[in-house]
T-cell receptor, first 113, second 112 residues
Framework: EPEVTQTPSHQVTQMGQEVILRCVPISNHLYFYWYRQILGQKVEFLVSFYNNEISEKSEIFDDQFSVERPDGSNFTLKIRSTKLEDSAMYFC???????????FGSGTRLTVV | QKEVEQNSGPLSVPEGAIASLNCTYSDRGSQSFFWYRQYSGKSPELIMSIYSNGDKEDGRFTAQLNKASQYVSLLIRDSQPSDSATYLCAVAMNTGFQKLVFGTGTRLLVSP
């Protein structure tokens, strides 16, 4: 069964450092998303991406965040200057069409120290 | 503020029983409704989607939607210990890009 692949599975970074979280969506999917889940809290929407541009973003997705699909297969989330409160599980997801429930990747646990 | 509410649980049921999970949502314009299962430390896994009022069955799972009352439910028949997980209700406006709003999830414990 096709999978959404995320790397790394766990990243530890120092506060103020830049991190890039990587995702390989399912190959025929057209819609891509990033969500995060702080430990013990809800899964929260960050951003959706379609046709090489951001289609919607949440209040969480401020100027410190950016997304990119650099080569037609990878989908990345960059956090420019990490804060302690960015520590969370980050999930990438993709869907073949925007109307249907989508497939999540296994997640990257980001720990900011 | 669009909200999705779930009882956090835990909901404890014996093996073989029916587990009933409920969810309410605040946005009357919501069009798409999903149930995800999340094991501890893992990513959400889609188990059911429902778009119109009524029941939708898939194996041991039945999703029920009542848009007038703004609630969605999930029934799990013949519950198994492997069903023990957190069940997330997620709701989307019919925007085409499908930003999902998640509830906090209900923790289900199925005892052998």
């Amino acid at each position: 069964e096709p999978e959404v692949t995320q790397t790394p599975s766990h990243q530890v970074t120092q506060m103020g450092q830049e991190v890039i979280l990587r995702c390989v969506p399912i190959s025929n999917h057209l819609y891509f998303y990033w969500y995060r889940q702080i430990l013990g809290q809800k899964v929260e929407f960050l951003v959706s991406f379609y046709n090489n541009e951001i289609s919607e973003k949440s209040e969480i997705f401020d100027d410190q965040f950016s997304v990119e699909r650099p080569d037609g297969s990878n989908f990345t989330l960059k956090i420019r200057s990490t804060k302690l409160e960015d520590s969370a599980m980050y999930f990438c997801a993709s869907s073949v069409a925007g109307m249907y429930g989508y497939t999540f990747g296994s997640g990257t646990r980001l720990t900011v120290v | 503020q669009k909200e999705v509410e779930q009882n956090s649980g835990p909901l404890s049921v014996p093996e073989g029983a029916i587990a009933s999970l409920n969810c309410t949502y605040s946005d009357r314009g919501s069009q798409s409704f999903f149930w995800y299962r999340q094991y501890s430390g893992k990513s959400p896994e889609l188990i059911m989607s429902i778009y119109s009022n009524g029941d939708k069955e898939d194996g041991r799972f039945t999703a029920q939607l009542n848009k007038a009352s703004q609630y969605v439910s999930l029934l799990i028949r013949d519950s198994q210990p492997s069903d023990s997980a957190t069940y997330l209700c997620a709701v989307a406006m019919n925007t085409g890009f499908q930003k999902l709003v998640f509830g906090t999830g209900t923790r289900l414990l199925v005892s052998p």
